[in-house]
């Protein structure tokens, strides 16, 4: 879990970070609302961060192997009642250092107004997934 914030704190500022959670996890969240997303994904660094892990061996991600990088990774955000995010849970794959670096990208879509709740950011759970490829 440190190392999954020490890289989220690399990739988007100790400032916001100081105040959002960042974990990884797993569950069933069928029933949290979902997000709409409403501009494009990650940056193109933290993917091909990713899939340089997997083509070093550094990591290993079940479904995906070297030369070929396609995943879809669900993920949680916890608005509290002035509409800033105050948790955000990615969904283990396996690889806690690349699981950090989606997080610090994730909070920076996030930032930028990349999903939305239906209504805007109100107090609640929400969930999402980013998809992203790299070839």
Same mark, same amino acid.
């Given at each position: 879990m440190k190392r999954i914030l020490a890289a989220a704190a690399l990739m988007f500022g100790a400032s916001q970070l100081a105040a959002t959670t960042?974990?990884?996890?797993?569950?069933?969240?069928?029933?949290?609302?979902?997000?709409?997303?409403?501009?494009?994904?990650?940056?193109?660094?933290?993917? &091909?961060?990713i899939h340089?892990?997997?083509?070093?061996?550094?990591?290993?991600?079940? *479904?995906?192997r070297a030369g /070929?990088?396609? %995943?879809?990774?669900?993920?949680?955000?916890q608005v509290n009642a002035s509409g800033q995010i105050d948790r955000l849970v990615v969904e283990k794959f396996g690889c806690e250092k &690349?699981?950090?670096?989606?997080?610090?990208?994730?909070?920076?879509l996030l930032d930028? *107004?990349?999903?939305?709740? /239906?209504?805007? %950011?109100?107090?609640?759970?929400f969930r999402g997934d980013v998809s992203f490829a790299h070839s």
């Open positions: 960042v974990e990884s996890g797993t569950g069933d969240w069928s029933n949290i609302p979902e997000m709409r997303q409403m501009v494009d994904s990650i940056d193109s660094d933290t993917v &091909a961060a340089e892990m997997l083509e070093n061996g550094e990591c290993t991600i079940e *479904g995906q /070929k990088l396609d %995943m879809t990774v669900p993920f949680l955000i &690349a699981e950090g670096l989606l997080a610090g990208a994730l909070l920076k930028r *107004g990349g999903y939305r709740p /239906k209504g805007g %950011m109100h107090e609640g759970w």
